[in-house]
Protein backbone atom coordinates (compact mmCIF):
# COMPACT_ATOMS: atom_id res chain seq x y z
CA UNK A 1 0.00 0.00 0.00
CA UNK A 2 1.21 3.63 -1.28
CA UNK A 3 -0.41 6.09 1.66
CA UNK A 4 -1.13 9.69 0.74
CA UNK A 5 1.72 10.97 1.90
CA UNK A 6 4.66 8.64 0.17
CA UNK A 7 2.36 9.31 -3.20
CA UNK A 8 2.86 13.25 -2.50
CA UNK A 9 6.36 12.89 -1.45
CA UNK A 10 6.92 11.15 -4.68
CA UNK A 11 5.55 13.18 -6.84
CA UNK A 12 7.22 16.00 -5.30
CA UNK A 13 10.34 14.40 -6.10
CA UNK A 14 10.59 15.34 -9.48
CA UNK A 15 12.69 18.38 -10.85
CA UNK A 16 10.47 21.83 -10.85
CA UNK A 17 7.21 19.82 -8.99
CA UNK A 18 5.27 21.71 -7.66
CA UNK A 19 2.12 20.98 -5.23
CA UNK A 20 -1.50 23.73 -6.72
CA UNK A 21 -5.14 22.93 -5.57
CA UNK A 22 -7.39 21.52 -8.26
CA UNK A 23 -11.11 21.55 -7.28
CA UNK A 24 -10.05 20.83 -4.12
CA UNK A 25 -7.64 17.93 -4.58
CA UNK A 26 -4.24 18.36 -4.29
CA UNK A 27 -2.52 18.50 -8.04
CA UNK A 28 1.09 17.34 -8.44
CA UNK A 29 2.29 19.91 -11.74
CA UNK A 30 5.87 20.93 -13.80
CA UNK A 31 5.57 24.25 -16.59
CA UNK A 32 2.10 24.64 -15.22
CA UNK A 33 1.41 21.33 -16.63
CA UNK A 34 -0.78 18.39 -14.07
CA UNK A 35 0.87 15.22 -14.05
CA UNK A 36 -1.09 13.92 -11.31
CA UNK A 37 -4.21 14.50 -8.42
CA UNK A 38 -4.46 12.96 -5.40
CA UNK A 39 -7.70 11.81 -4.24
CA UNK A 40 -7.89 11.18 -0.49
CA UNK A 41 -11.01 10.21 -0.05
CA UNK A 42 -10.94 7.22 -2.68
CA UNK A 43 -7.41 6.76 -2.11
CA UNK A 44 -6.29 7.21 -5.44
CA UNK A 45 -4.22 9.03 -7.77
CA UNK A 46 -5.14 10.28 -11.45
CA UNK A 47 -2.39 10.41 -13.44
CA UNK A 48 -2.22 12.15 -16.72
CA UNK A 49 -0.37 9.52 -19.32
CA UNK A 50 -0.32 9.27 -22.90
CA UNK A 51 -2.67 6.87 -24.16
CA UNK A 52 0.07 4.66 -25.02
CA UNK A 53 1.38 4.56 -21.84
CA UNK A 54 -1.73 3.92 -20.45
CA UNK A 55 -2.23 1.15 -22.52
CA UNK A 56 1.15 -0.25 -21.59
CA UNK A 57 0.11 0.05 -17.65
CA UNK A 58 -3.56 -1.36 -17.92
CA UNK A 59 -1.51 -4.58 -18.75
CA UNK A 60 -0.75 -5.04 -15.16
CA UNK A 61 -4.32 -5.30 -13.53
CA UNK A 62 -7.24 -3.21 -14.48
CA UNK A 63 -8.51 -3.34 -10.67
CA UNK A 64 -5.78 -1.50 -10.05
CA UNK A 65 -4.76 1.16 -12.65
CA UNK A 66 -7.69 1.76 -15.30
CA UNK A 67 -8.86 4.45 -17.50
CA UNK A 68 -10.84 7.37 -15.67
CA UNK A 69 -14.49 6.81 -16.81
CA UNK A 70 -15.22 9.23 -18.86
CA UNK A 71 -13.42 11.53 -21.86
CA UNK A 72 -10.47 11.98 -19.92
CA UNK A 73 -9.91 8.52 -19.48
CA UNK A 74 -9.54 8.42 -23.69
CA UNK A 75 -7.11 11.35 -24.08
CA UNK A 76 -4.72 8.96 -21.06
CA UNK A 77 -6.11 10.02 -17.88
CA UNK A 78 -5.39 7.04 -15.54
CA UNK A 79 -6.45 5.95 -12.37
CA UNK A 80 -4.07 4.39 -9.52
CA UNK A 81 -5.52 2.22 -6.28
CA UNK A 82 -2.79 3.29 -4.11
CA UNK A 83 -4.02 0.35 -1.76
CA UNK A 84 -3.26 -2.30 -4.40
CA UNK A 85 -0.15 -0.73 -6.55
CA UNK A 86 2.75 -1.94 -5.99
CA UNK A 87 5.39 1.09 -5.81
CA UNK A 88 7.86 -0.02 -8.42
CA UNK A 89 5.03 0.16 -10.58
CA UNK A 90 3.29 3.66 -9.42
CA UNK A 91 7.18 5.49 -9.68
CA UNK A 92 7.87 3.73 -13.26
CA UNK A 93 3.79 5.15 -13.86
CA UNK A 94 4.35 8.67 -12.53
CA UNK A 95 7.56 8.61 -13.80
CA UNK A 96 5.62 8.28 -17.33
CA UNK A 97 3.14 11.47 -16.53
CA UNK A 98 6.20 13.65 -15.26
CA UNK A 99 8.09 13.50 -18.47
CA UNK A 100 5.19 13.95 -20.52
CA UNK A 101 3.88 17.05 -18.47
CA UNK A 102 7.78 18.49 -18.30
CA UNK A 103 8.14 17.96 -21.89
CA UNK A 104 5.39 20.06 -22.73
CA UNK A 105 5.43 23.47 -22.81
CA UNK A 106 2.60 25.71 -21.72
CA UNK A 107 0.61 26.35 -24.52
CA UNK A 108 1.86 23.42 -26.40
CA UNK A 109 0.02 20.22 -27.35
Same mark, same amino acid.
Given at each position: ??????? !?????????????? *??????? !?????? @??????? *?? !? $???????????? @??? +?????? +????? &???????? +???? &?????????? $????? +??? $?????????
Amino acid at each position: MISLESF !RKLALSFPGAVEVP *HFEKPSF !RVNKKI @FATLDGE *HN !R $ACLMLSEIDQSV @FIT +YDVSVI +YPVPN &KWGLKGAT +YVNL &KSIPKGILTD $ALTHA +YDK $AALNKKGSK
